[in-house]
């Protein structure tokens, strides 16, 4: 996306394309205020490449595009799966220890001698089975859903470590590390080859999913209602206990693929693996334009929220000046920011 | 008559929300005297008069869980959470290591208090950010709380330059090893603190207050309580509290691991709350409750010890514990308990007794 529009925005021979883009965008954040923290995520994503080229250079190109996909694509999954959960108005923070249990379960299994199919599957299913404990409990036992995700995270941390509490190696010729294997697409100059990994591959599969069911299906337009007004879709006559359970089996089935994913590119699993990813997740389906609050929000905006998280882990990186310490300080400010923002934008349209 | 009395009275205290969490540390502690007869044995060290046992370690051990216990029960009264207490105890922990460090002379009284009160304004401080952000901004707890316990470990990283640093001082290492009396230091002080913060939100109408927001944030507005200050207040005691716990914990050893100290606390904090009875809902809190409920956490996590299973299964163990205690407390369990209590109650004897029970399910 930014790779087409930069040349636009830049070349002043398209000038006239470059302007009658922003009236557009211009016509089209006039029409609809809740799509302005997505464009300014577009935005800030353009800006940082835009720094990022000019400070550190070596941004714009293959390589470093292609591993930021390969480096996020467990965060654009995770992303994908809090974005169903805040339309909702939900909230779901066990993500990260889903990931921790899921992976560490799933490398002993496989180091046990397990059939990696049969590995993955239950790598998946046990995210699968937390969403659906999160999401029983939120529906039909009336816990808030940040209680309720809060004990399990506790769990699933809890579980990891009862696991294991040291770090975990897949084996080198286990079948599951095909997934994080790189594979040339396009062969530049020296390293500079547009990279690509299965685990990259299904991160996308599971983007163009998750659009497809929130925008094209009945389940989509239930999970938007719910979190516009639940009493309101209830009234209606949607099916809102099964798709709040859903939101949550989503999301927890998620945590697992994006554990798969995410286990296949390391090949070590540990039981503190994905501390604070739930934030992560958050600030990247917030700056992603998703109202907290439930209600409003793309899928594809939380992509991008997802790259602007990476990419700014790849110019601190860069930068060398700033302590990793700060990364989660850093995250927390931006995502303050976003809600803030949000916040601005909601009671404008309310008054 | 005195037997209906009697009953009435046994009545009341099995009502009594936490007395289920005293029933559980009974249970635990003679789990423990099974194994080991002289369990509860208390000595008297002949060399310096102080107590010595078990007993004496669990309510050590107790000291930190009391106070964020105490703060938690607070803010989830007023139907906030706190996810961010074990960041902050250790940003607290770390800015007195750090103070005392560079500040040296091990001896100086002057050196401790300077490192004390530097650490409970950083994290009043904490506490006043989260605070302004759910009074005034009107941000959800969970969020502006979880924002804090991530960056709040950054920030503690940042102060220590992500070392484990330690200090020597022997005041600051009083309060946590020292005795008075024959008792830990650590626990008369937490259980000071409690009982000043327990008379000043009960003799006075802070707690209503407090239990008035948890309710209903907009009738409690209209009745003339001020919601954002109370807010305030309440989100920077349970960080005070919380550096209160961080100081604490880091005086026991003297030494500050930034991403051990007061790891997964808030777990221990929110157990201690819900095992004092409190709904987790809001517009109810007992400091009576969060006590045991801190004690019966360090009961068992001495327990666990001590019977010498590996003490990793403990979080998971903990949140289970949650999330049962969690669906007892939801209306659908207990629709279910009462309908299997009501048989009983048909017969003619007990009918009068009927809509009073009810109304105690």
């Known amino acids: 996306m930014t790779i087409v529009q930069n040349p636009q925005i830049d070349a002043p021979d398209q000038e006239s394309t470059a302007s009658k883009l922003v009236t557009?965008?211009?016509?089209?954040?006039?029409?609809?205020?809740?799509?302005?923290?997505?464009?300014?995520?577009?935005?800030?994503?353009?800006?940082?490449?835009?720094?990022?080229?000019?400070?550190?250079?070596?941004?714009?190109?293959?390589?470093t595009l292609s591993n930021l996909l390969i480096n996020n694509a467990h965060l654009i999954i995770l992303a994908v799966a809090m974005t169903f959960v805040i339309l909702t108005g939900g909230i779901d923070l066990s993500v990260g220890s889903v990931i921790a249990l899921s992976s560490v379960a799933g490398v002993m299994l496989a180091n046990a001698g397990w059939n990696?199919?049969?590995?993955?599957?239950?790598?998946?299913?046990?995210?699968?089975?937390?969403?659906?404990?999160?999401?029983?409990?939120?529906?039909?036992?009336?816990?808030?859903?940040?209680?309720?995700?809060?004990?399990?995270?506790?769990?699933?941390?809890?579980?990891?470590?009862?696991?294991?509490?040291?770090?975990?190696?897949?084996?080198?010729?286990?079948?599951?590390?095909?997934?994080?294997?790189?594979?040339?697409?396009?062969?530049?100059?020296?390293?500079?080859?547009?990279?690509?990994?299965?685990?990259?591959?299904?991160?996308?599969?599971?983007?163009?999913?998750?659009?497809?069911?929130?925008?094209?299906?009945?389940?989509?337009?239930?999970?938007?209602?719910?979190?516009?007004?639940?009493?309101?879709?209830?009234?209606?006559?949607?099916?809102?206990?099964?798709?709040?359970?859903l939101v949550y089996v989503i999301s927890g089935t998620l945590s697992g693929i994006a554990a798969v994913v995410y286990t296949s590119r390391l090949g070590i699993a540990q039981n503190i693996t994905g501390i604070g990813w739930e934030l992560d997740a958050i600030a990247a389906t917030v700056i992603g334009g998703t109202l907290l609050t439930g209600g409003y929000g793309y899928v594809l905006g939380s992509v991008v929220g997802a790259l602007v998280l990476g990419l700014m882990n790849v110019?601190?990186?860069?930068?060398?000046g700033i302590p990793p310490e700060m990364t989660t300080i850093i995250t927390g400010g931006i995502l303050l920011i976003f809600v803030l923002l949000q916040r601005a934008v909601t009671s404008k349209r309310h008054t | 008559m005195s037997n209906a009395a009697r009953t009435n009275w046994l009545r009341e205290l099995i009502r009594k929300p936490f007395f289920w969490g005293v029933i559980a540390i009974f249970a635990l502690l003679a789990l423990n005297v099974l194994k080991d007869p002289n369990y509860l044995a208390i000595t008297v060290n002949p060399v310096n008069?102080?107590?010595?046992?078990?007993?004496?370690?669990?309510?050590?051990?107790?000291?930190?869980?009391?106070?964020?216990?105490?703060?938690?029960?607070?803010?989830?009264?007023?139907?906030?959470?706190?996810?961010?207490?074990?960041?902050?105890?250790?940003?607290s922990g770390a800015v007195a290591m750090v103070f005392m460090k560079d500040a040296g002379q091990s001896g100086s009284v002057g050196v401790a208090l300077g490192a004390i009160g530097l650490a409970l304004l950083v994290s009043a401080l904490l506490g006043a950010i989260n605070g302004v952000l759910v009074a005034y901004i009107g941000l959800q707890p969970f969020i502006s709380t979880l924002i804090m316990m991530l960056a709040g470990r950054g920030i503690a990283?940042?102060?220590?330059?992500?070392?484990?640093?330690?200090?020597?001082?022997?005041?600051?290492?009083?309060?946590?090893?020292?005795?008075?009396?024959?008792?830990?230091?650590?626990f008369l002080l937490a259980i000071a603190i409690v009982i000043v913060v327990g008379l000043v939100v009960r003799r006075s109408a802070l707690g209503?207050?407090?239990?008035?927001?948890?309710?209903?944030?907009?009738?409690?507005?209209?009745?003339?309580?001020?919601?954002?200050?109370?807010?305030?207040?309440?989100?920077?005691?349970?960080?005070?509290?919380?550096?209160?716990?961080?100081?604490?914990?880091?005086?026991?050893?003297?030494?500050?691991?930034?991403?051990?100290?007061?790891?997964?606390?808030?777990?221990?904090?929110?157990?201690?709350?819900?095992?004092g009875g409190t709904s987790l809902a809001g517009g109810k809190f007992s400091i009576g409750g969060a006590v045991v409920g801190a004690l019966l956490i360090a009961t068992l996590d001495k327990t666990i010890v001590f019977l010498g299973i590996s003490s990793s299964a403990t979080p998971a163990f903990k949140a289970i514990v949650i999330v049962v205690l969690c669906l007892l407390q939801s209306d659908r369990v207990r629709s279910w308990f009462v309908q299997r209590r009501k048989p009983p109650q048909l017969r003619p004897e007990s009918l009068p007794a009927k809509p009073k029970q009810e109304v105690a399910a």
């Open chain 1, 116 to 245: 990696p199919w049969i590995v993955i599957l239950l790598m998946v299913l046990i995210g699968t089975l937390f969403g659906l404990a999160s999401g029983i409990l939120i529906q039909y036992f009336n816990v808030q859903p940040f209680i309720a995700t809060l004990a399990m995270m506790f769990l699933g941390r809890g579980l990891a470590s009862l696991l294991s509490t040291q770090p975990e190696r897949l084996a080198e010729e286990s079948p599951i590390r095909w997934l994080g294997e790189q594979f040339k697409i396009i062969d530049g100059p020296k390293v500079n080859d547009v990279v690509i990994t299965p685990g990259v591959i299904i991160a996308l599969l599971v983007v163009f999913g998750a659009f497809f069911v929130l925008h094209r299906t009945r389940t989509g337009r239930t999970v938007y209602a719910i979190g516009g007004s639940e009493s309101s879709s209830a009234l209606m006559g949607l099916a809102v206990p099964r798709t709040k359970v």
């Open chain 2, 49 to 91: 008069g102080n107590l010595v046992g078990n007993v004496i370690d669990i309510l050590r051990a107790s000291a930190p869980i009391l106070m964020i216990a105490v703060g938690m029960s607070l803010v989830i009264a007023t139907g906030g959470i706190d996810l961010s207490v074990g960041s902050v105890m250790a940003v």
């Open chain 1, 24 to 63: 557009r965008v211009k016509r089209v954040v006039a029409s609809n205020p809740s799509v302005l923290p997505t464009v300014a995520a577009i935005v800030i994503f353009i800006g940082m490449v835009i720094y990022g080229e000019l400070a550190y250079g070596r941004i714009v190109q293959y390589n």
């Open chain 1, 315 to 320: 110019l601190i990186t860069r930068d060398g």
């Open chain 2, 157 to 186: 990283k940042v102060i220590t330059e992500g070392q484990n640093t330690s200090a020597t001082n022997d005041p600051f290492r009083w309060i946590a090893n020292g005795f008075v009396i024959g008792l830990p230091v650590v």
């Open chain 2, 208 to 275: 209503l207050m407090i239990e008035a927001i948890g309710i209903n944030p907009k009738a409690s507005r209209m009745a003339g309580i001020k919601p954002s200050g109370l807010l305030l207040t309440v989100y920077i005691l349970s960080a005070v509290l919380a550096g209160v716990a961080g100081i604490m914990s880091v005086g026991t050893v003297m030494t500050v691991d930034v991403s051990r100290t007061g790891y997964q606390m808030e777990l221990d904090a929110i157990l201690a709350v819900v095992i």
